[in-house]
Nanobody
C-alpha cells in the first residue's frame, strides 16, 4: 500500500483546510486509517482515526470538534477536514494505515505511512 497526502498549505488562524490521503495498490478498505502530525521539535502525535467500515471515529482531545476524518471507498481515499485552525496545529500531517483491529495511538502499530504534507497556521 502506498499512501500519498495532499492539501496542506499556509492558512490564517481560524481558517480551514482539507487534507487527502490517496492510496494506491491494494484497497485500504481492510485497514483502519489514521492521521498523525509532527510539529517543529515535537514527537509525532496521534490526531484521529477511522475504522475499516468508516462507521467509527476517534479524535485526540486537542482536535475534537474542529477536525473530521472520513473515507471514501470508491476513491480509496481518506480525508481530514480541519476547521478553526490554530497556530499550534502547525505540523507535518501524516496518513497511516493499520491492518490489525482496534484503535491505536502508537506510531509503531501502523503498517504503512505517507510522506506527509505541511500545514502552517499563521496567527
Amino acid at each position: 500500500v502506498q499512501l500519498v497526502e495532499s492539501g496542506g498549505g499556509l492558512v490564517q488562524s481560524g481558517g480551514s483546510l482539507r487534507l487527502s490521503c490517496a492510496a494506491s495498490g491494494p484497497t485500504i478498505s481492510t485497514y483502519n486509517m489514521a492521521w498523525f502530525r509532527q510539529g517543529p521539535g515535537k514527537e509525532r502525535e496521534f490526531v484521529t482515526a477511522i475504522s475499516r467500515s468508516g462507521g467509527n471515529t476517534y479524535y485526540a482531545d486537542s482536535v475534537k470538534g474542529r477536525f473530521t476524518i472520513s473515507r471514501t471507498f470508491a476513491l480509496n481515499t481518506v480525508y481530514l477536514q480541519m476547521t478553526s485552525l490554530k497556530p499550534e496545529d502547525t505540523a507535518i500531517y501524516y496518513c497511516a494505515a493499520k491492518y490489525s483491529s482496534g484503535w491505536s495511538l502508537s506510531t509503531g502499530d501502523y503498517d504503512y505511512w505517507g510522506q506527509g504534507t505541511q500545514v502552517t497556521v499563521s496567527s
